[in-house]
């Protein structure tokens, strides 16, 4: 099977073709809707039988190309940009050039076989969207409250008000819908009852896994679904005296990271089994941003379970 190795930018697609005779075409498209059609009468071209496309999850980036040549009927793969990274390192790689990146994603692909990737329903891809422009909308009432708090022109500090008022009223609108949404897909309903159900994830954070791990319960592992959240230790050591302390990978979705901060101080105080998780860490010793860090995952992989075995969460479940 030939393999196509993207690597993904704002702005381009540089792709790398690897047949299965070992043969390589490069190329380079634009990452638009206009440029796809061309990326697709390049591939068909080359008369491919069957083709498993591999990019990396870079920021939002490559969602539309990945979406497009899914329909288009090829097998596609989006994977953690760390694995990439990895298997890079092991070939040696010392150089690293956008139309390098692709020929090493279509080695990857070739050589490991990823999981393949399922683009969101419709109604993922709308919620997603709701969840994204509140977002949206709450950095930019963030920024315009703080630029209040240090205006001292009257008039400028009226209109900012104006300016803050309509976008907490907005907010709070994308809100309702939001709601309103979910409560109307059963499917969805389903799973954020599942998740709401665990202590320490409420709305704010069900929505949000909801939304940006739309696919968490068809993950291979609970571990898998941490790592693309990067939300697994980052280790360092070299011989026998360079040693520091271990800390979150942070290669993966940090909407994700972001939303469980707070739940899983939460979790900590109220639910049994990252409670416990945390004495064991405390009686080791271990810095508080690591025992943060090791209820965040946790929570992750209390997600995983319920939603992939359709259960509520039981907190004696692994007592």
Same mark, same amino acid.
């Given at each position: 099977?030939?393999?196509?190795? /993207?690597?993904?930018?704002?702005?381009?697609?540089?792709v790398t073709l690897l047949k299965p005779d070992g043969a390589q075409v490069k190329g380079q498209f634009?990452? %638009?809707a206009k440029e796809f059609k061309k990326l697709q009468r390049w591939l068909t071209n080359h008369q491919?039988?069957?083709?498993?496309?591999?990019?990396?999850?870079?920021?939002?980036?490559?969602?539309?190309?990945?979406?497009?040549?899914?329909?288009?009927?090829? %097998?596609?793969?989006?994977?953690?940009?760390?694995?990439?990274?990895?298997?890079?390192?092991?070939?040696?790689?010392?150089?690293?050039?956008?139309?390098?990146?692709?020929?090493?994603?279509?080695?990857?692909?070739?050589?490991?076989?990823?999981?393949?990737? %399922?683009?969101?329903?419709?109604?993922?891809?709308?919620?997603?969207?709701?969840?994204?422009?509140?977002?949206?909308?709450?950095?930019?009432?963030?920024?315009?409250?703080?630029?209040?708090?240090?205006?001292?022109?009257?008039?400028?500090? +009226?209109?900012?008000?104006?300016?803050?008022?309509?976008?907490?009223?907005?907010?709070?609108?994308?809100?309702?819908?939001?709601?309103?949404?979910?409560?109307?897909?059963?499917?969805?309903?389903?799973?954020?009852?599942?998740?709401?159900?665990?202590?320490?994830?409420?709305?704010?954070?069900?929505?949000?896994?909801?939304?940006?791990?739309?696919?968490? +319960?068809?993950?291979?592992?609970?571990?898998?679904?941490?790592?693309?959240?990067?939300?697994?230790?980052?280790?360092y050591s070299s011989g026998k005296t360079v040693r520091r302390k271990p800390k979150l990978s942070k290669?993966?979705? +940090?909407?994700?990271?972001?939303?469980?901060?707070?739940?899983?101080?939460?979790?900590? %105080?109220?639910?049994? /089994?990252?409670?416990?998780?945390?004495?064991?860490?405390?009686?080791?010793?271990?810095?508080?941003?690591? /025992?943060?860090?090791?209820?965040?995952?946790?929570?992750?992989?209390?997600?995983?379970?319920?939603?992939?075995?359709?259960?509520?969460?039981?907190?004696?479940?692994?007592?």
């Amino acid at each position: 099977m030939a393999t196509l190795g /993207i690597d993904v930018s704002k702005e381009t697609l540089d792709v790398t073709l690897l047949k299965p005779d070992g043969a390589q075409v490069k190329g380079q498209f634009g990452n %638009q809707a206009k440029e796809f059609k061309k990326l697709q009468r390049w591939l068909t071209n080359h008369q491919l039988k069957e083709l498993h496309v591999c990019m990396e999850a870079t920021n939002v980036y490559w969602e539309e190309a990945a979406e497009f040549l899914h329909e288009q009927g090829y %097998q596609v793969s989006v994977v953690n940009p760390a694995r990439i990274k990895g298997f890079a390192q092991s070939q040696m790689r010392r150089n690293k050039t956008d139309p390098l990146d692709g020929e090493v994603i279509a080695q990857f692909c070739a050589a490991l076989k990823p999981a393949l990737w %399922q683009p969101p329903t419709p109604e993922q891809r709308q919620l997603r969207a709701l969840v994204r422009h509140q977002r949206a909308l709450q950095k930019s009432l963030t920024q315009q409250t703080n630029r209040r708090a240090t205006c001292k022109e009257a008039a400028v500090k +009226a209109s900012l008000k104006r300016v803050i008022d309509t976008l907490q009223a907005e907010i709070e609108h994308i809100e309702q819908q939001i709601q309103t949404f979910i409560d109307d897909q059963p499917e969805l309903k389903q799973q954020y009852t599942l998740l709401i159900s665990i202590k320490g994830i409420g709305h704010r954070c069900a929505v949000v896994l909801l939304a940006e791990m739309y696919d968490l +319960a068809d993950y291979e592992s609970a571990r898998a679904a941490a790592a693309d959240a990067g939300l697994t230790p980052s280790h360092y050591s070299s011989g026998k005296t360079v040693r520091r302390k271990p800390k979150l990978s942070k290669v993966g979705k +940090a909407s994700v990271r972001s939303i469980l901060y707070f739940p899983a101080i939460t979790a900590m %105080q109220h639910n049994p /089994i990252v409670r416990a998780l945390k004495e064991r860490l405390e009686a080791r010793g271990k810095d508080w941003n690591v /025992i943060l860090g090791a209820a965040m995952r946790k929570l992750v992989h209390l997600a995983y379970g319920v939603l992939k075995n359709r259960t509520l969460f039981d907190p004696n479940y692994s007592r």
